[in-house]
């Protein structure tokens, strides 16, 4: 049986940069998120898992194009994980700093991130050709 993951996180855009993470077993950066839990909701989740990850606090503006992979980037097991994302507004920025196995928290110019300048998730790539991640947060 193929695993199945549903997992949630917000897309966080403030002066053209992106609000990214990186944990202990990815070498790429990340949007803040993570996996739904039975009984939450999707949004419930995303916030969630953002203030477990980075201590931030968000509202949630919009959804965003979901994406559907079938391997793990970075193990390459094969599973089916549904990234789901909402446009966000930051409220504590003051306040972020790396919790759980979150090693760095950055924010990270979105056109060097189109230029290939920084190891990034697929569904960042995915969210920036869409037009869901851009220079201007609209």
């Given at each position: 049986?193929?695993?199945?993951?549903?997992?949630?996180?917000?897309?966080?855009?403030?002066?053209?940069?992106?609000?990214?993470d990186k944990?202990?077993?990815?070498?790429?950066?990340?949007?803040?998120?993570?996996?739904?839990?039975v009984g939450?909701?999707?949004?419930?989740?995303?916030?969630?898992?953002?203030?477990?990850?980075?201590?931030?606090?968000?509202?949630?503006?919009?959804?965003?194009?979901?994406?559907?992979?079938?391997?793990?980037?970075?193990?390459?097991?094969?599973?089916?994980?549904?990234?789901?994302?909402?446009?966000?507004?930051?409220?504590?920025?003051?306040?972020?700093?790396?919790?759980?196995?979150?090693?760095?928290?950055?924010?990270?110019?979105?056109?060097?991130?189109?230029?290939?300048?920084h190891n990034?998730?697929?569904?960042?790539?995915?969210?920036?050709?869409?037009?869901?991640?851009?220079?201007?947060?609209?």
């Amino acid at each position: 049986m193929v695993k199945f993951i549903v997992a949630s996180g917000p897309v966080i855009i403030e002066d053209g940069k992106l609000l990214v993470d990186k944990d202990n077993k990815d070498d790429f950066y990340k949007i803040p998120g993570g996996t739904v839990e039975v009984g939450d909701s999707l949004v419930d989740s995303c916030k969630r898992e953002f203030k477990e990850e980075v201590n931030g606090e968000v509202e949630i503006i919009r959804p965003l194009n979901p994406m559907v992979i079938y391997k793990n980037p970075q193990t390459d097991e094969e599973m089916t994980i549904v990234l789901i994302h909402y446009l966000g507004k930051l409220l504590n920025k003051e306040d972020l700093k790396p919790l759980e196995s979150i090693r760095e928290i950055l924010w990270l110019d979105i056109n060097e991130i189109k230029e290939g300048k920084h190891n990034v998730a697929p569904n960042i790539k995915f969210l920036i050709e869409k037009g869901d991640i851009k220079t201007k947060n609209c």
